[in-house]
């Protein structure tokens, strides 16, 4: 007993973790829904359980020791094998569950919540849906994770299976009274351009696959896409839009997408670990996946 009360608190175990894995505190704090100062505080109460430094601190980054990528690695196991008991206990005593769903934050925010009442119908009313915003590779046991949202932009584990329910497409969206600067037909485009970076490389992409030459008035960045999207709503300038992602601004007519939407090779997935998990709920969410991803504009206007 006197061993377990030496153990640093869970929440310090688990920001550690994802500290070590993220190679940053910002996006581990991201990735626990906390803000930069209780995981860093967090790492301050592993090391002082410790005795000793976990990190190599500079002025914009922390680099985990080796000792601290050794033990983030047992903690880690730790953790899932945590989850799976929990689970476990759970089954043996028949007592039901809610079905998680991780899902990347702008498809969550501008796509997947205003249909979560049809969302949930299709995985049943009598079964809670819970949901975690979170992009990148999904740590299914060790995060509680169920089911999985994500694009098709990095290597899959091998215990993952995934099921893709959309072609990814990609345009300039801008509000109307834009349209005109994007409209033109000829191989520029000029105008105020808005950048992401979690995509920094999405106008560049779209103009290599549409042959066209950017001549930015003026680049305006935004860490995450969702506010360049609603930058492009505001009038701020031209976003590239993902066909998803803007479907029901361009339904209102709030936005527009004067140069159409071209496909860039990736899709979204739906993804859980393989050999086990609720396969009932993994075929009812995509099947309704599928279906609801039928109505999204295709190709050029």
């Known amino acids: 007993m006197d061993t377990i009360s030496r153990l640093p608190h869970l929440s310090a175990l688990r920001a550690f973790e994802a500290t070590v894995r993220h190679g940053s505190v910002s996006r581990a704090a991201r990735e626990l829904h906390l803000t930069d100062g209780a995981v860093s505080r967090a790492v301050r109460d592993m090391e002082g359980a410790l005795g000793f430094a976990l990190f190599q601190r500079g002025n914009r980054a922390v680099v985990p020791t080796p000792t601290a990528r050794v033990l983030a690695d047992d903690v880690g196991a730790a953790l899932g ?26 498809f969550l925010i501008r796509w997947l919540i205003p249909r979560l009442a049809l ?17 990148g590779p999904v740590f299914f046991s060790r995060d509680g994770i169920d089911l999985a949202i994500r694009r098709s932009d990095f290597p899959l584990a091998p215990d993952v299976v995934a099921e893709p329910f959309l072609d990814e497409r990609i345009g300039p969206v801008c509000r109307p009274d834009l349209a005109a600067a994007c409209a033109q037909r000829d191989e520029v485009l000029q105008a105020v351009l808005l950048h992401t970076a979690t995509r920094p490389g999405a106008w560049e992409g779209w103009a290599g696959l549409t042959h066209t030459r950017l001549q930015a008035q003026r680049d305006v960045r935004f860490e995450h896409f969702y506010q360049s999207l609603q930058a492009a709503v505001a009038g701020a300038g031209i976003a590239i839009g993902p066909v998803a992602l803007v479907a029901d601004d361009l339904a ?42 039928q109505s999204l504009p295709a190709g050029q206007p």
């Open 119 to 135: 969302l949930q119908a299709a995985v049943g009313p009598e079964r809670e849906l819970r949901l975690v915003s979170a992009g």
């Open 252 to 293: 209102t007519g709030v936005l527009c997408a004067p140069r159409g939407f071209v496909a860039d090779g990736s899709r979204y997935l739906l993804m859980a670990p393989t050999g086990e998990g609720d396969r009932a709920a993994f075929a009812a969410v995509l099947a309704w996946l599928r279906g609801a991803c």
């Open 81 to 106: 094998r945590l989850h799976a008991a929990m689970e476990r206990a759970r089954r043996a005593e028949g007592v039901g569950r809610p079905l998680v769903l991780s899902c990347e934050p702008t």
